[in-house]
């Protein structure tokens, strides 16, 4: 199943390498910026979620922008810029001591990573062809999280709040790990560069740039479900779930941290099986599961609370099962919904058709944080559980109503009798 998921460039597959390297690194840091900023730095929780909402306004802002960028000036003129800043941000969190500097800093490494994601799926997308795209997508994510997991291990094995030295360090080899994909691209001269059909003549402006992808129908519905689903869902996981797990099922960071490992562990066995059973069957019907996935697993993480403290083991079983479950889903997400976009992408407009469904992240990054923290100090946060789990079911229902609106190949329920070629680049 590997052998099948790999992609057939080699030049995809050291992309593939840069991005388990760098995410050793986001894995050393993703579960503690709100207990860093809140319990190290002494930051409020309102602020402290202000101050994470500020990062997806900036990288939301900026977001139409590096699609514009990268469609016009090729993917690699973008990126590589932006893992450089990405790295000073990083490593500048481990010199943040107030608010203000938080918010300096958190604006940086939004400058940074506002084109990473829409310039990175661009790239995978120029260099693998239509029938083996989803299973590249999937395999990118469980390396993705593969890193994270190992990184997260590593890190909850270390970091002690009595200790703020120790949260420095891992956000210094943070910033460390994001020159990985950068050297790499800096080794593949050709790759990333403007798709020949959009060079010299100005097409994506003549196609009508983001005018046209807002015209596209199937694409605004596919943008809605993803900002429901993530707003309950991904946006949950640094403040939501972690806040949750610490202050209502009382467990401790490590055991957050034991809960990501085990969410990787449910990636890594699970991706690639997931991916061969996605294979020819309807990638709607894969979203609305993934939607009603997720909600079952905020369930489960809402009875560890109500264990809480009454039984420590169970509650933090309960915490670990709630990122295992959250974990499955995420493997069917994974590859259908970076699928999905370039199918209904054109060469031209592929950097802001991308760009446009990381702005998804941005929007629910802002939202998520934000709402979070009141959301879980209301009736001992079964608020916050009721409204995550509704959007998680909310999303299901938006993504069985997209279906209508996909032709057969591009819901996945058609497979090419030949993959098309990448495009060619300038």
């Known amino acids: 199943m590997l052998r099948r998921a790999l992609p057939a460039r080699p030049e995809a597959r050291r992309i593939l390498l840069g991005t388990l390297f760098s995410a050793v690194g986001r894995g050393l ?25 500020w990062f997806g306004a ?93 990184g997260g291990l590593i890190s909850g094995a270390v970091v002690d709040v009595a200790r703020p ?76 779930f972690a806040a949750y797990s610490v202050r209502v099922v009382e467990v401790t960071p490590r055991v957050v941290a034991w809960a ?4 990787t562990v449910m990636i890594v066995l699970s991706q690639l099986l997931v991916i ?4 020819g069957r309807s990638r709607t019907g894969a979203l609305a599961a993934v939607g009603a996935v997720f909600a ?51 060469d031209e407009l592929r950097g802001r058709y991308n760009a446009m469904s990381s702005m998804i992240f941005g929007i629910s990054g802002v939202v998520g944080p934000v709402t979070a923290g009141p959301l879980i100090g209301a009736a001992h946060g079964r608020v916050w559980v009721a409204v995550v789990v509704g959007g998680c079911l909310a999303a299901s229902v938006l993504a069985l109503s997209l279906r209508p609106l996909l032709t057969a190949a591009q819901d996945g329920r058609l497979t090419a009798a030949k993959p098309s070629e990448p495009a060619r680049v300038a």
């Open 29 to 53: 840091t993703l579960p503690f910026l709100f207990i860093y900023l809140t319990d190290v730095r002494g930051l409020t929780d309102t602020r402290a979620g202000l101050v994470i909402g």
């Open 58 to 150: 900036v990288t939301l802002a900026l977001s139409p922008l590096a699609g514009t960028f990268i469609d016009r000036f090729g993917a690699r003129r973008v990126v590589l810029p932006c893992l450089v800043i990405e790295a000073i941000g990083t490593g500048s969190l481990a010199l943040v001591d107030s608010t203000a500097s938080a918010f300096g800093v958190m604006t940086l490494v939004a400058v940074g990573s506002s084109a990473i994601w829409a310039g990175q799926n661009t790239i995978l997308a120029s260099l693998t062809g239509d029938g083996e795209r989803q299973r590249v997508f999937g395999l990118n994510f469980a390396l993705l999280n593969l890193g994270i997991g190992t």
């Open 165 to 240: 030295v120790t949260f420095e360090a891992i956000y210094l080899l943070d910033a460390v790990s994001y020159l990985t994909p950068a050297l790499i691209l800096l080794t593949l001269p050709h790759v990333g560069r403007r798709p020949v059909a959009a060079a010299g003549a100005k097409a994506a402006e003549r196609t009508g740039g983001y005018l046209t992808v807002l015209r596209d129908r199937p694409f605004r519905r596919l943008v809605i479900f993803g900002l429901v689903l993530t707003t309950c869902g991904y946006a949950q996981i640094e403040v939501g």
């Open 260 to 263: 990501l490992a085990a969410n």
């Open 276 to 279: 061969r059973r996605l294979e």
């Open 296 to 346: 079952g697993a905020w369930l489960v993480l809402g009875a560890a609370g109500v264990v809480g403290s009454g039984n420590a083991l169970l509650a933090a079983l309960g915490v670990v099962a709630c990122s295992a479950i959250f974990g499955f889903g995420e493997t069917m997400l994974s590859p259908v919904m970076p699928a999905l976009t370039n199918a209904l992408a054109t």
